[in-house]
């Protein structure tokens, strides 16, 4: 069974920082594009970064860039995102996702991680 379990979320401050961590099972992690998503209440689901299965390669939504930093440790099978200078409108729940694995709308009805930045 394809699952991740995503945590390291919470409440922080505007301009703070939080790191999430994505550990995966059921699949060959180092194999696949990993993507960090969120959805915010009431908004579509947005993909914030992705990162080649080699870790060599990673790629960011201009809303993150510069802030943001995705990495993985295979060994591990786990996916992370370093978040800075957090933003009000960072507020979102976040998900990771193999790409082309399980489709986004499959993702976000699993388990996330609540990231609210307010004062």
């Known amino acids: 069974e394809v699952r991740m379990v995503v945590t390291g979320g919470g409440l922080v401050q505007p301009g703070g920082s939080l790191r999430l961590s994505c550990e995966a099972f059921g699949f060959t992690f180092s194999s696949y594009t990993m993507r960090w998503i969120r959805q915010a209440p009431g908004k579509g689901i947005e993909w914030v970064a992705y990162?080649?299965?080699?870790?060599?390669?990673?790629y960011y939504a201009d809303s993150v860039k510069g802030r943001f930093t995705i990495s993985r440790d295979n060994a591990k099978k786990t996916l992370y995102l370093q978040m800075n200078s957090l933003k009000p409108e960072d507020t979102a729940m976040y998900y990771c996702?193999?790409?082309?694995?399980?489709?986004?709308?499959?993702?976000?009805r699993g388990q996330g991680t609540q990231v609210t930045v307010s004062s």
């Open positions: 990162i080649n299965g080699g870790g060599t390669t990673p």
């Open positions: 996702a193999p790409d082309g694995l399980v489709p986004w709308d499959q993702v976000t």
